[in-house]
């Protein structure tokens, strides 16, 4: 049997408690990517796995990202992200990317096999796709924004196991 | 080593071939949901892949919906969907939902196990986990909306091997 509702109390409605709201979402699996960027605000990139496919024409996509972060401001200042689909084999740099690794801003590109297509945004030459993007929109919603880009090139990389973040823990699939 | 970049010629920019976006996609695994809704508007449902969190105070999440379907209409007037987040022994659901059995509207839900938390949209029993949301923002990109609901209740199902997307199957993780 699933367990019993859980709901927030009728004086708590529109506050639900952010603690269960991320144990719900950490039974959502997703892909781990890595978004980049770089330009005249210099490279950034960070881990991230709130992402999503808009509309094949034009191709697009979206990335929720914190706006208190210094990433947010690089990609707004540079007009362009990638976004890094990374394999099982990569976990590492998903590490170094979500700041476990203490490395910051282009430190954090350091490690791993950096190219770029035609934004000039550093695309992972290993990982299992990447997008390259322009941005077409950038809206704030509370805490976040959610941009949208334009994919102007892609990637194919080679078959490989992807990694998937599920239960708070790394999973080969 | 990678395959070598594939970009579309320079006439084409802006205007990505859609059958290598959906090559691109088909590589980035995602969690497999059922995204419904009921009120003034009736019961109606699909399977979804494009979904992501927002931000967690308030809660939310966005899921991106072909604006043509019936099921972006029915979500705006009901003004209230739910995310059902599956789990592998439900792939059956994924399939009704996706439309190949056949079944439209209320007739999908004539399958599985379904009950309603706040806002009376149907939720999975047997989902991993259900967000019930209120509609917040609904925002028209090219052929899709991108919706925002804010997550007034969360039922956290059994712990199970979750159905993720991948490479145009379906896998247990």
Do not use: K
């Amino acid at each position: 049997m699933p367990e019993r509702p859980t709901t927030t109390p009728p004086d708590l409605r529109g506050a639900l408690d952010p603690h269960l709201f991320r144990e719900g979402m950490s039974r959502v699996a997703g892909a781990v990517h890595i978004v980049a960027t770089d330009g005249q605000a210099g490279r950034a990139g960070f881990t991230a796995t709130a992402v999503a496919p808009v509309t094949d024409q034009p191709a697009s996509l979206l990335v929720c990202i914190n706006a208190a972060g210094r990433s947010a401001r690089s990609v707004q200042a540079n007009h362009a992200f990638s976004v890094n689909t990374l394999s099982a084999g990569d976990q590492a740099i998903a590490d170094i990317f979500a700041g476990r690794a203490g490395l910051e801003g282009r430190d954090r590109f350091s490690v791993g096999s950096w190219d770029t297509l035609e934004t000039g945004c550093p695309v992972l030459t290993t990982g299992l796709v990447a997008f390259d993007c322009r941005l077409m929109d950038s809206r704030l919603v509370a805490t976040h924004f959610v941009i949208i880009g334009e994919i102007v090139a892609i990637r194919l990389g080679q078959a490989a196991p992807a990694l998937v973040y599920s239960n708070r823990s790394y999973h080969a699939l």
